[in-house]
């Protein structure tokens, strides 16, 4: 079996300087892959290029297919145009925005929006089915119907996300894109929409990618993981593997660096530095000023490589078979 | 400094929503006091009272021992306690300088003139940054770490001995925030500085506070020590509360019983103990009596539940033996736990 969304060789480019750069992943049906890594590591850029929805002056390249259940043909998302597009988005793939809650039309009711984006995707609906489905949706996502009639500032920020996941799920796509679904929220909220992503994913079959940069949240919620650091992935593979063996010293010191309950006390010593700036690319490996393991050959830039089943690793030195200990080099001072 | 029996209120008088009800805490020399809690509990608000940032309803604020009420104390006190905040982005004046952010405090506080450039210096060295490459920067030239690097600076160049920060990193990338922490816990040891991390993230307080305070509609209803707080909850909301936290580990899977809901209105508090809606051990008398904090381990651990003896205020007054003798709390106690074990 072809999987749901496969995505081979994306590019995304800003003006020459590669923003995504040679991103590849698949995802099959029912399958949630976490998308994870820093601000400005190319993980936002990524989701909007799948849906085509990069801002001006940001060109995108690269392959990306997504096989509905029934499609003969794969839709070549790649090579669409705006036009054609309109009729996969929301349809097929629909993507939860980044600070989604605010994005909520402010002097719309909640009804009418959802309202909106059925009609709008799918010509021929009736009013009553639309209705139907509106109630459907809101309790699918755990809202009362009821709040359907009330505006975005009547209701808080957790119900707000509910919202937001019940517009991505409006036309019944086969993949949803979470772009940090849960980060303006605190942690008993973040849980609830966890667990209702989880459901939904569950139930309704959903193949989901969550964008994040809290680890802790993918460990809890996905089958695979893809790392990006500088537009590049720099290490994948199922979360068990990723987790319990890290093979890029990136994803090695993230998660070291991660508080955990009931784990060691105090702070484990941070990644130095900061990522690198696009303009100014370091020679070489994009980890390698940060990293405490860099040796010569780092100067040339390592490929994604197969270091165990189901397992690539971006590093010159993987598979580690040990991880040497580093000395706490302190954080120093910022030039 | 000592917190005892604060209160803010807000709104009119028909319509009131009790933000801090009756909070008592205390932070001591050289301490990390995490103090947790949901989005709206009022661990914001409690912080911003206690520099007199926040208009009080009753309770005072004493730094050691003298209460800060008045002009001239609450300027000492807002020298020796500073101030960050979650939002590094909205902090900083974006038409000043690094090096008229940082010295702002000093001109306010009237410090002499001629020491200002040293202790600018001194500050942003201390928070990780090149004095001679920062100075001249504006806000928008520097990133959410740098930002609030900056922002610590500033709030370290009167030397204070403590230091409030609310959700310093919660805005921040994993890497970035574990530097922040790191340079705050390094001036804590240097300094001794006492520090106070208002947060929901219960890692966080797990990995970095000595003692620490969970807050629920404006009033704490669990204290101890980090590590018993947070291994052995002896409070409902606070065993809700570990539960919710995401773990960076395997096999946690998400069977686990999860807090429903969201805070009931401030306005409009239940009857009795204010957690009772949502709390899965409740029992009969838990919508009429409003509980306070009982001793509830070795430590000083306490909380505020009627599942532990003490917790009762009328059986507390009429002395303990009187409604059901002793050990009856424990009994219920296990009850509950029994039953929600299985």
Redesign the interface.
């Known amino acids: 079996m072809k999987n749901l969304l496969e995505v081979e060789d994306l590019r995304v480019e800003y003006r020459g300087r590669p923003i995504v750069d040679g991103v590849g992943f698949s995802l099959s049906s029912g399958e949630s892959l976490g998308l994870a890594g820093?601000?400005g590591c190319g993980k936002t850029t990524t989701a909007l290029a799948l849906m085509k929805l990069l801002p001006d002056g940001l060109s995108q390249s690269g392959s990306i297919e997504l096989r509905p259940e029934g499609a003969e043909e794969p839709i070549r998302i790649g090579k669409r145009t705006e036009v054609g597009m309109q009729v996969v988005r929301w349809r097929h793939i629909s993507l939860v925005f980044q600070g989604a809650m605010n994005s909520l039309d402010p002097v719309k009711k909640i009804d009418f929006q959802i309202d909106e984006v059925i009609r709008l995707h799918e010509k021929g609906v009736s009013g009553r089915e639309v209705k139907e489905r509106i109630a459907d949706l809101l309790s699918t996502v755990g809202l009362t119907p009821k709040l359907g009639t009330r505006y975005p500032h009547q209701l808080?920020?957790?119900q707000r996300q509910r919202v937001m996941i019940a517009l991505a799920l409006a036309c019944r796509p086969s993949v949803v894109i979470a772009d940090e679904p849960t980060t303006a929220?605190?942690?008993?909220?973040?849980?609830?929409v966890?667990?209702l992503l989880?459901k939904l994913r569950r139930e309704l079959g959903l193949a989901m990618i969550l964008i994040t940069?809290?680890?802790?949240?993918l460990?809890?919620?996905c089958d695979r993981i893809a790392v990006m650091y500088a537009g590049r992935i720099v290490e994948t593979g199922t979360?068990?593997d990723v987790?319990?063996n890290p093979q890029h010293p990136y994803t090695k010191?993230?998660?070291d660096?991660?508080?955990?309950?009931?784990g060691?006390?105090?702070?484990?010593?941070?990644?130095?530095g900061?990522p690198p700036d696009p303009g100014n690319p370091p020679e070489g490996c994009a980890f390698r000023p940060r990293c405490p393991y860099s040796e010569d050959r780092c100067l040339a830039v390592p490929d994604l490589r197969e270091v165990g089943k189901d397992h690539a690793a971006a590093c010159h030195f993987s598979p580690w078979a040990s991880w040497p200990k580093i000395e706490a080099a302190g954080?120093?001072?910022?030039? | 400094m000592e917190v005892s029996d604060l209160a803010v209120t807000f709104g009119s008088r028909r319509k009131q929503s009790r933000a801090i009800d009756g909070v008592s805490l205390e932070w001591r020399r050289g301490e990390v006091l995490g103090i947790v809690g949901?989005?709206g509990c009022g661990k914001s608000t409690l912080a911003r009272a206690m520099l007199g940032l926040q208009e009080t309803s009753a309770g005072q604020v004493t730094l050691e021992g003298h209460e800060a009420g008045g002009k001239a104390a609450m300027r000492e006190l807002r020298r020796r306690i500073q101030m960050i905040f979650q939002d590094p982005y909205q902090t900083l004046n974006p038409r000043q300088r690094v090096s008229a952010i940082v010295a702002e405090p000093l001109v306010v506080q009237g410090v002499d003139k001629s020491v200002h450039q040293e202790h600018i210096t001194k500050a942003l060295?201390d928070v990780?940054?090149?004095p001679a490459?920062?100075l001249d920067r504006y806000p928008h030239q520097l990133?959410?770490?740098?930002r609030q690097r900056v922002a610590i600076a500033a709030a370290l160049v009167l030397e204070p001995e403590g230091l409030i920060c609310d959700e310093p990193v919660s805005m921040l990338?994993?890497?970035?925030r574990?530097?922040i922490?790191?340079?705050l816990?390094?001036l804590q040891k240097r300094r001794n500085l006492a520090l106070i991390f208002i947060t929901?993230?219960?890692?966080?307080a797990?990995?970095?506070c000595d003692r620490i305070a969970v807050m629920y509609l404006g009033r704490v209803v669990e204290a101890g020590t980090?590590?018993d707080v947070?291994?052995n909850p002896k409070h409902p909301y606070t065993e809700?509360?570990?539960?919710?936290?995401?773990?960076?580990?395997?096999g946690?899977?998400?069977a686990r019983a999860?807090?429903k809901g969201?805070l009931p209105d401030a306005t409009d508090l239940p009857g009795g103990c204010r957690f009772n809606p949502r709390c899965q051990k409740r029992f009969e008398s838990c919508d009429r009596i409003d509980p306070v904090l009982a001793d509830v381990g070795p430590r000083e651990q306490r909380a505020a539940c009627l599942l532990y003896d003490g917790a009762d205020p009328s059986a507390r007054s009429a002395g303990p033996a009187v409604t059901a003798g002793p050990g009856a709390g424990r009994d219920r106690a296990e009850q509950a736990r029994g039953t929600n074990d299985g």
């Not at chain 1, 660096?257 to 009931?262: D, E, M």
């Not at chain 1, 954080?331 to 030039?335: A, S, T, W």
């Not at chain 2, 990133?143 to 740098?146: I, R």
């Open positions: 820093e601000s808080s920020g957790g929220l605190d942690v008993v909220m973040q849980a609830q966890l667990e989880e940069h809290d680890l802790a949240v460990a809890e919620t979360i068990e987790f319990s010191l993230l998660l660096s991660l508080p955990v309950i009931g060691t006390r105090g702070l484990a010593p941070p990644i130095p900061g954080l120093g001072v910022q030039k | 949901e989005s060295v990780g940054l090149d490459t920062y990133s959410g770490g740098q990338d994993t890497s970035v574990s530097q922490l790191t340079v816990m390094d929901h993230d219960l890692s966080l797990w990995s970095l980090a590590v947070i291994e809700a509360l570990v539960a919710a936290v995401p773990v960076p580990a395997l946690m899977g998400r999860l807090l969201e």
